[in-house]
């Protein structure tokens, strides 16, 4: 080290919110879960740790590639971060790319899994009273083109059935939610612990997929009580809780036996607190395909359980944070 380098902990201790992320969940500390990836990840020899953390940042403060090269070089919060020296070279984008696609969402889901483990250790999470809920992921606002294009070919319209042929990623679909909410690319699920507000599962499915079908990707077991909206009363999602042995607490639809209105009132309520936790989440896919929809995913709800982590005050998580 040269001695005129910068001390950079001295310069971010106390004084960034990377600090208290990484007194919380030292992301180094999760590496292990992607060790098969220590090989030729980055001309430069940089490890997995490192790569990580770059994806963690990315999604954080919502980045692209070039623009995470553009901090990490000049950022001194960034550098200290990762791991660098005031003056040490930082990656490119490039190796933020291959890293991205060498991780991929299965290696993703393992570290968001980790998080959530950790936080059951602690009993941070309390796995009594969950919320879901489901959410739009857009891959594109219009399908002119490709609307063109079907007609073009003699179809009759553009729909679920043909899309692939003509859309540049065959896996996203149209979706809708009520009667007035369309878009074509995929649908998140989500599930919280109501306790800590740490979202436990996520899951991707292409947006023509209904959320009581995609809630067997996020249903709670182990008896928890399930608060959500009236997509969760029908029969797919009540069949999956009681299979899961969880127990229903979904709004009931206005024509349905049992409905009462001040129990479905209190329910609301209790689950109005957790109905932001998508606002912070990408409204818009960054990669094509159901796979990389998935890691972005995974990503956003890694980045939403670090976060809500420090501000409850956990213990540190692991060894060495």
């Not at 660098?84 to 991929?104: I, M």
């Amino acid at each position: 080290m040269a001695f005129y380098d910068i001390d950079l902990n001295e310069q971010v201790e106390n004084n960034h919110e990377l600090w208290d992320i990484n007194e919380t969940v030292n992301i180094s500390s999760l590496s292990y879960r992607l060790t098969d990836l220590e090989t030729d990840i980055g001309r430069h020899g940089y490890g997995i740790d490192v790569g990580l953390k770059c994806m963690f940042l990315q999604f954080l403060y919502d980045l692209s590639d070039r623009e995470l090269e553009k901090e990490l070089r000049f950022n001194i919060a960034y550098k200290w971060f990762c791991g660098f020296s005031a003056y040490e070279q930082t990656p490119d984008h490039s190796y933020v790319g291959r890293f991205r696609k060498k991780a991929g969402a299965k290696r993703i889901g393992k570290i968001f899994k980790t998080i959530v483990d950790k936080a059951k250790e602690k009993q941070l999470v309390r796995g009594v009273f969950h919320f879901v809920d489901a959410t739009s992921i857009i891959t594109k606002n219009t399908t002119w083109a490709e609307r063109d294009n079907a007609i073009k070919d003699g179809e009759a319209s553009l729909n679920n059935s043909n899309i692939k042929k003509y859309s540049a990623d065959p896996q996203a679909r149209f979706g809708c939610k009520g009667k007035s909410k369309f878009w074509f690319g995929y649908k998140g699920h989500i599930g919280v612990d109501m306790s800590s507000g740490l979202i436990e599962k996520a899951a991707v499915t292409s947006a023509n997929i209904s959320d009581q079908a995609g809630f067997k990707h996020i249903c709670p077991t182990d008896g928890q009580m399930v608060f959500a909206d009236k997509a969760y009363c029908l029969k797919p999602a009540q069949d999956t809780m009681l299979i899961r042995g969880a127990t229903s607490a979904a709004i009931l639809k206005q024509n349905m036996i049992g409905k009462n209105k001040d129990l479905d009132r209190w329910r609301s309520s209790v689950r109005a607190p957790f109905e932001g936790v998508f606002s912070k989440f990408e409204k818009r896919t960054r990669y094509k395909g159901l796979a990389n929809v998935q890691f972005q995913f995974f990503m956003d709800a890694i980045v939403h359980n670090v976060k809500r982590l420090v501000t409850i005050n956990s213990p540190p998580l692991f060894m060495g944070a």
